[in-house]
């Protein structure tokens, strides 16, 4: 399921022009926070150090934000017809990055300490919750369309909460299955990305069918992008990824491939529930040897292929939607990227 280069060149070349777009509509957005809300989000979004000096550390890779502007242009419209929409989920996203954090105790994120370690818990939420407001500020301020927008990232939101309450909830079972997890993804993932393409569809047509093929290839590419990044989580570069791998074996998270291992193969269930269950957390070396035992039994090949199927289903709701291929070229370029995201950083060409 290899990716060959011309396509990920292809993908970064999409994401680095929907940045080119976006952040400037975004960095408006944010200025607009009085601080210390407006330098905790400089920081987090990779703008500024931590006492508010210009840096550029990388805001991630923008994938939302770009599946709105392809999306946009996929449904008949121009690159700038998606910024808003772009504006909009990358907003949502990072208030969700800057509680998910917290609530994971991730220390690190994009390759530094995470904007709660440095400002504190407190002020970590509030900027999260501040980026949400400035969202549904957008989302009011398109008024041709600005009831659907605000109902879709409404019920989307809520898709994302209901989620990661999910995910959190897993922690403490062992008797989860794929179609659980497929579940809470859908809403934990799923619901941003298929968010993203539907708006950046709705700023340039009111064909309902066309926004919900578009919706659904979203909601596709977020459910592979997920299962991609679960095994990133055990066996990527922790370079590229900017934060520690094997993190969710850590915090005894039921990622895809665990969760595979536990429904499919009972000696390692039983061994995954032994660590998963006891007082204290498995010790790095702990956590090593139980991601070979789930490589060795073919976890991590399963959650490829379903991954791949994702993209794949993506890509026929694309059919409905257009037969232009030049129209339809960013948003195969993201999907054709996905399994190998973490080679996208706009900042780093390896």
């Known amino acids: ?48 150090d931590k006492f508010g000096r210009p840096t550029d550390t990388g805001s991630g890779k923008g994938v939302r934000g770009a599946l ?76 041709r369309v600005g009831h659907a927008v605000a109902a879709d990232l409404s019920v989307a939101l809520l898709e994302v909460v209901n989620g990661q309450s999910a995910d959190m909830l897993f922690e403490n079972r062992m008797d989860i299955g794929p179609d659980q997890w497929q579940s809470m993804a859908s809403g934990k993932t799923g619901a941003l990305f298929g968010l993203a393409c539907a708006l950046g569809a709705r700023a340039v047509t009111t064909d309902e069918r066309r926004i919900e093929a578009l919706r659904n290839a979203g909601r596709h590419l977020g459910l592979a992008f997920q ?18 791998v094997g993190g969710d074996i850590l915090r005894r998270k039921k990622s895809a491939p665990i969760v595979r291992a536990l429904h499919d193969d009972p000696r390692l269930a039983t061994i995954l529930a032994t660590a998963y269950t006891r007082s204290r957390p498995p010790s790095s070396s702990e956590a090593a040897d139980l991601v070979a035992l789930v490589e060795r039994s073919g976890a991590l090949d399963w959650a490829r292929t379903e991954a791949d199927g994702f993209r794949c289903a993506a890509m026929t709701e694309l059919d409905t939607v257009s037969t232009d291929p030049q129209a339809r070229r960013a948003l195969e370029a993201i999907a054709d990227a996905v399994p190998r995201w973490d080679r996208l950083s706009r900042r780093n060409s390896n």
């Open 227 to 244: 299962l991609v990044d679960d095994v990133l989580g055990l066996v990527g570069d922790p370079d590229r990824l900017g934060k520690a």
């Open 68 to 143: 709105a502007i392809a999306s946009a242009v996929a449904a008949g419209g121009e690159d700038s017809d998606g910024v808003p929409g772009a504006v909009i989920v990358e907003l949502v996203h990072n208030f969700s990055l800057l509680h998910d954090d917290i609530m994971d105790d991730d220390r690190r994120r994009r390759g530094r300490p995470s904007a709660w370690v440095v400002f504190g818990r407190a002020q970590a939420i509030l900027t999260g919750d501040a980026l949400l407001s400035l969202a549904f500020e957008a989302a009011a301020d398109r008024s």
């Open 1 to 48: 399921m290899s990716t060959p280069r011309p396509r990920l060149a292809a993908a970064r070349e999409v994401l680095h022009r929907a940045w080119q777009l976006t952040d400037p509509e975004l960095r408006k957005s944010v200025n607009r926070l009085d601080d210390p809300l407006r330098t905790v989000a400089a920081y987090h979004f990779g703008w500024a």
